[in-house]
């Protein structure tokens, strides 16, 4: 065990699985760091989305600005059916918009997307009612059934500012664990960041990111429990 409640995979794996379950068990919302390539992020995020084999599958959104639609839909493509009862998109524009149209007919190909045009008050709303419609589909959500990420807080804070963002991304969390979620958000910025640190209360955990010869390493830090991984890799949660 290294200092400040680290941990490798083999010393103390059973004390990370635990922590990991509980998450699980109560809902829970991650903050996931680092500036790493848009591929890497999507394949952490798909991972964090679940199992495609799980049974019954996961209820899946994914909250992407415009440029990282593609990315989005690869990760729900990934995780799951995608079917309207299983996942969804929800971004914004124009373009956006007709591929949304497009994509009705075909709803077991394209996931349905939801375009949002106006104010973070508008977002806030599809989101509640995503979370919503999922909860009827299911009879109910089950712990850790819904899964959302969600890419845009880079975006808001510009958009929005720091205020704003952090009374946003509060209120989602909360949703999202009223429905026993696993939720992360997106934050490409150092650990030890300014912004990194004014987030952090909102979430059980952070997940930080990292490129270590090729590869995209992880590093947990549980904010209730003084126990932090050593830098494992994807996959090795």
């Known amino acids: 065990m290294v200092a400040g409640g ?66 989005a839909i690869r990760r729900l493509r990934e995780t799951g059916p995608l079917s309207s009862e299983y996942a969804r998109l929800v971004t914004r524009g124009e373009e956006a918009r007709s591929a949304a149209a497009a994509s009705r007919p075909l709803d077991q190909i394209t996931p349905r997307t939801h375009v949002i045009d106006g104010s973070i008050r508008d977002l806030g709303t599809t989101v509640a009612e ?19 990420a969600f890419d845009c807080l880079p975006t808001m804070l510009s958009a929005y500012g720091r205020e704003t963002a952090f009374r946003f991304v509060h209120v989602m969390v909360a949703q999202a664990r009223a429905v026993s979620g696993l939720v992360h958000f997106r934050l490409p910025r150092d650990m030890d960041s300014e912004l990194v640190r004014l987030f952090q209360p909102l979430f059980d955990a952070t997940v930080e990111l990292r490129i270590d010869g090729g590869e995209l390493n992880q590093r947990w830090h549980f904010r209730d429990r003084d126990l932090t991984s050593d830098w494992l890799p994807l996959g090795g949660t």
């Open 130 to 148: 995503v979370i919503e419609e999922f909860d009827l589909f299911a009879g109910g959500l089950d712990a850790a059934e819904f899964r959302m």
């Open 6 to 71: 680290g941990m490798g995979p083999d010393d103390d794996g059973v004390s990370f699985a635990h922590a990991l379950a509980t998450l699980k068990e109560q809902g829970s919302a991650l903050l996931v760091v680092g500036s790493v390539p848009e591929e890497m992020f999507a394949d952490a995020s798909a991972t964090m989305l679940g199992d495609p084999s799980a049974d019954p599958p996961r209820r899946r959104l994914v909250v992407a600005p415009e440029p990282n639609r593609s990315s």
